[in-house]
C-alpha cells in the first residue's frame, strides 16, 4: 500500500480514512492490515533494544 500511495501522488492513510467514512469493506481490511502491521513492527523493534 506504501508504494501504491507514492505511485499514486495520495497516501495510504487518506485511503483508510476516506474508505471508511463510506464503510466500505475493502477499506476496513486495508486499514486493519495496517494496524496490525504497525504493531507487529513495534513489538519486534521492541524486543531488540
Do not use: N, P
Request: hydrophobic share 50%; glycine share 20%; charged share 10%.
Amino acid at each position: 500500500m506504501g508504494t501504491g500511495g507514492v505511485l499514486a501522488l495520495g497516501c495510504s492513510i487518506g485511503q483508510g480514512i476516506t474508505g471508511l467514512a463510506t464503510l466500505s469493506v475493502g477499506s476496513m481490511f486495508a486499514v486493519t492490515g495496517m494496524v496490525l502491521g504497525a504493531v507487529w513492527r513495534l513489538k519486534t523493534d521492541l524486543k531488540s533494544i
